[in-house]
């Protein structure tokens, strides 16, 4: 996770939460997609999903920020005590 703005260091406290641009889920990665790695044998699978997590299931701070006061405002708590997956919408491909 990485913040919007390197130089931020005070951060204002908002009204109510903002939009996140996340896809969620908690059963698997949200649009998980196999790359050429994949098919290599034996390390494959393992180089793809290195390749995965650091360059594509990176988040900003402000975006999980958004969406866990998103879901604590709404009341439904519908992340509580699942492992959730993210990814940002701008990095998935358009199918």
Known sequence: MNPTDPK???FGLLEEPRGHNLLVQHTSPPAWENTWLFKIPWIGPILNLCVLIFGKYN???????????????SGSS?????????????KVKAV
């Open 8 to 10: 931020q260091t005070v």
């Open 59 to 73: 988040t900003k701070y402000e975006d999980v920020a958004d969406l866990l006061a998103g879901d604590l405002a």
């Open 78 to 90: 519908e992340w509580v005590g699942k492992k959730v997956g993210m990814r940002d919408k701008d």
